[in-house]
């Protein structure tokens, strides 16, 4: 499977972890995230192992995400206890707000991990590849950032490494305060070198962008805004509205780097798999219309169950497609 491939199903996972915060829906979606991931760690088609991030970010996001929403939202009918008059944190302590506050975290949780695994799995080359020639900032910015992430991962183990050849039993606390202290280390000296090198090629030059650039990409974001502000408001049509935009903004940055996309290779899984993906797209535009698949599920204000439909429900499990095509890529 190639750059492009991924991007999609990160794209994909992105917008449809955005739109619901159904408790089904967003299990099915980590499910699937957690069955790619596995394969991946499993194949490792660039000779990387899956990050282990979302493990630790889970066990931190999760109560963090929990504890904070029911402490601030003091809506519901399921009070569970209440709080003093305190600022800010007073009032009662509803199941709705913690339900609320977990299925956010298993969101960006699952939306994290997403993400994070494309490091394991997406050609640099290829991704730099696939950026439109008009869109030279946003070029920089990723080649800093997928050269950013590699050097902060070797500070970290190398921080690790040279703990256990010292032979230093420290505690857990002691070992993450060393790990964070390399990180940073690294990562100011990396920001001070790429700076430099920024601008000696003089990058902070002003270049004045084109019209039609600065539009299709404000229009981009004002389509991202109106498919998540949409689906959350419980307003089919303005989500649909912005779905129609993002597809218009895709078409067009596809037609603006057919040429460099035609060099990656298009094997029979990679078709598959973003076939697939396209296919998981499209139900889920059909899912917002559909009234029972209860995208715009809120535990606000009176706690209710959960409506499921299966054709929502495929499209979630229908992210997991790359993960029958792994082998067929492995190199």
Aim: aromatic share 8%; no cysteine; net charge positive.
């Amino acid at each position: 499977m190639n750059a492009i491939t991924w991007l999609l199903w990160a794209l994909v996972l992105v917008l449809a972890i955005s739109v619901t915060r159904n408790p089904f829906y967003l299990s099915l979606a980590a499910l699937a995230v957690a069955t790619v991931w596995i394969a991946v760690d499993t194949a490792r088609p660039l000779g990387r192992q899956a990050p282990r991030l979302p493990l630790l970010a889970a066990g931190f996001l999760l109560p963090w995400s929990t504890a904070v929403n029911a402490l601030l939202a003091h809506i519901g009918d399921r009070v569970l206890f209440r709080l003093p008059a305190w600022p800010v944190i007073g009032g009662p302590i509803t199941l709705n707000a913690a339900l609320y506050g977990l299925l956010t975290g298993i969101a960006l949780t699952t939306a994290l991990a997403g993400t994070t695994l494309l490091h394991a799995v997406i050609d640099r080359h290829q991704a730099l590849r696939a950026i439109p020639p008009n869109q030279r900032v946003l070029a920089t910015t990723l080649a800093i950032a997928l050269n950013a992430l590699p050097a902060f991962a070797t500070a970290a183990r190398d921080a690790v490494e040279a703990s256990r050849l010292r032979g230093l039993a420290l505690p857990r606390w002691r070992q993450l305060q060393i790990v964070v202290a390399a990180i940073l280390y690294r990562g100011i000296d990396y920001s001070l070198a790429t700076a430099e090198v920024l601008e000696t090629r003089s990058f902070a030059a002003r270049h004045r962008a084109r019209p039609a650039t600065q539009a299709s990409s404000l229009a981009m974001l004002l389509a991202s805004f109106a498919v998540i502000g949409g689906s959350l408001a419980g307003k089919p049509s303005l989500a649909l509205v912005g779905v129609a935009g993002l597809s218009l903004g895709s078409a067009l940055i596809v037609h603006s780097t057919w040429r460099n996309l035609r060099t990656l290779q298009w094997s029979l899984a990679t078709g598959a798999a973003a076939s697939l993906l396209l296919a998981a797209s499209t139900l889920l535009v059909l899912s917002l219309r559909d009234s029972a698949a209860d995208l715009a599920y809120s535990p606000y204000p009176a706690l209710r169950w959960p409506g499921f439909s299966p054709l929502a429900g495929f499209a979630f499990l229908l992210l997991a497609s790359p993960a029958l095509f792994l082998r067929g890529s492995a190199r």
